[in-house]
């Protein structure tokens, strides 16, 4: 079976977290207890706890008005008593610490194309963007880390490159802005969605840091109860180029 390459890992590696409301909240406080304590946490976003946001993130009453990486930073550093660091400007305006992961829990295209533009160079630290999305009851997670036009071949069964999430799901791109928080508005989200898609995150994450990750992308679907994957193999990298118009 074919696997993701884990070579971020042979020196220091950071996992950075882009987006901390629904999915990215959750994301966060697992991977204080899976990641080894010498690799780097750092997470990523703007936006300001609001009351809405309590019954479905991971936020409490006195969280309110101040912004959601620094909340959970300074909560997680002090529960786990490791170091997280965080930022308060928008991905475009971040650096994002090479070799290692950036998981994108973002819900608009805006977002993620900012994200492609900050990780243009991953593939060159083997590294890996894992981009996570959602619905009410659905959601997928992409990984990749390159452009179709410069995708390398397999390593024997070891991929070294993917395309990037948003050049296998391009219509990802045009995903409009929420005109309100989409925990404002209880019937476009489940109650649990947010964190059933955490833990897969989670398990992606878990298994690229081990070097057993044969996925390239992992559909959710709540309403039958499935989670449905797609394996990085010779087949499906090609179909994906073939859909952008690059050589089979």
């Not at 786990?80 to 930022?87: D, E, N, Q, T």
């Not at 036009?149 to 395309?163: A, K, S």
């Amino acid at each position: 079976m074919y696997r993701l390459t884990n070579e971020f890992t042979a020196r220091r590696y950071t996992v950075t977290v882009v987006g901390c409301g629904g999915t990215g909240g959750f994301v966060v406080e697992s991977l204080c207890r899976i990641l080894p304590r010498d690799a780097n946490l750092v997470l990523v976003d703007h936006d300001r706890v609001e009351e809405r946001n309590l019954t479905r993130q991971s936020f409490y009453p006195e969280d309110l008005g101040q912004f959601k990486s620094q909340v959970l930073a300074h909560r997680l550093a002090k529960k786990f008593g490791r170091p997280v660091a965080y930022s308060t400007l928008p991905v475009a305006m971040t650096e994002v610490p090479l070799p290692g992961l950036v998981i994108g829990c973002v819900d608009n295209g805006l977002a993620r194309r900012d994200i492609a533009r900050v990780v243009k160079d991953i593939y060159t630290s083997r590294s890996w963007w894992v981009d996570a999305g959602n619905g009410e009851n659905y959601g997928q997670v992409l990984i990749g880390n390159t452009d179709v036009g410069t995708l390398l071949l397999p390593d024997g069964e070891i991929y070294r490159g993917l395309p990037l999430p948003t050049t296998q799901r391009p219509e990802l791109l045009t995903q409009a802005p929420k005109a309100r928080d989409c925990a404002a508005i209880a019937e476009e989200q489940g109650p649990t969605v947010n964190v059933t898609m955490a833990a897969v995150v989670l398990e992606v994450v878990r298994r690229l840091i081990a070097g057993t990750c044969p996925w390239m992308q992992l559909y959710l679907d709540m309403e039958t109860g499935t989670l449905a994957p797609v394996l990085a193999t010779p087949e499906t990298v090609k179909s994906v180029r073939k859909r952008k118009g690059g050589k089979p």
